[in-house]
């Protein structure tokens, strides 16, 4: 394949090159309710409704499915803990 880059160097400046392009455009999980599933994983730009840009400060929370997986848990109220809501 011609595309596959072998050099680290000019692997790490493709994938910052990348995540550069993607930090300038709008997250559409935040847009909808200013609450992104990725957290401070997510490579897109967080822009609350007021028009201030969110700085992902947000520790994610992992746990281990049945499989031995890493998942990221979903942010979770106690009432839906609770009652299922």
């Not at 847009?31 to 520790?59: I, L, M």
Request: glycine share 4%; charged share 40%; net charge neutral.
């Amino acid at each position: 394949c011609d595309r596959y880059i072998k050099e680290t160097k000019r692997k790490e400046e493709i994938i910052e090159k990348y995540k550069s392009r993607l930090s300038n455009i709008r997250c559409k999980h935040f847009d909808d309710d200013e609450d992104c599933p990725f957290g401070s994983s997510c490579f897109y730009k967080h822009v609350r409704k007021d028009g201030t840009v969110d700085e992902k400060k947000v520790n994610l929370r992992h746990m281990i499915n049945a499989d031995g997986e890493t998942e990221i848990m979903k942010q979770m109220r106690l009432s839906e803990f609770l009652f299922g809501e």
